[in-house]
């Protein structure tokens, strides 16, 4: 998401793991997504941004609720060492490059401060979002 903030950017992989994040481990509206998508992207097209978006969230024409983007998975395969994921998180640096992908319970708890239980509030008050299970929780147990 830096990547895609700073540079309007991102590439087609990485708007996958992000729809399958956002809509699958986070249990947020897929038009959340498309939407922010919609402010950044410099290659912004209607069609394919909601297209792509109902696609990866399993509505639409083909509805399929098993499309899911295994995060450690992905970084495994495409950035084994983690360099991608510590160039645009600089803090994880320093970590060895086995722990840059998946640094554990604890820094989840830092990056993903949502407790579900809780309603999670936009700026003007409103709550946006109520789930019942932590997410951090939920990423530990899924990956250890």
């Given at each position: ?7 309007g950017?991102m590439s087609?992989r ?7 994040f956002?809509?699958r ?5 897929w038009r ?5 998508f919609e402010?950044?992207?410099?290659d ?10 109902t696609?990866g969230?399993?509505v639409?024409?083909?509805?399929r ?11 495994q395969?495409?950035?084994p060492?983690g360099?991608y ?9 320093k ?8 640094p554990?319970k ?14 999670i509030?936009s700026?003007?008050?409103k709550?946006?979002?109520t789930r019942?299970?932590?997410h951090?929780?939920?990423q ?5």
């Amino acid at each position: 998401m830096k990547e895609l903030a700073t540079t309007g950017f991102m590439s087609n992989r990485g708007r996958q793991i992000v729809c399958s994040f956002l809509v699958r481990d986070m249990g947020i509206d897929w038009r959340m997504g498309a939407e922010w998508f919609e402010t950044c992207l410099l290659d912004y097209d209607p069609c394919s941004n909601y297209g792509n978006w109902t696609y990866g969230a399993g509505v639409g024409n083909d509805l399929r609720e098993d499309r899911y983007f295994n995060i450690p998975k992905q970084a495994q395969v495409y950035d084994p060492d983690g360099n991608y994921v510590a160039f645009w998180l600089p803090q994880l640096q320093k970590l060895t490059n086995d722990k840059r992908n998946f640094p554990g319970k604890s820094y989840i708890e830092q990056i993903v401060p949502l407790k579900f239980g809780n309603p999670i509030r936009s700026w003007q008050g409103k709550a946006l979002l109520t789930r019942q299970t932590n997410h951090a929780e939920r990423q530990t147990k899924r990956h250890g």
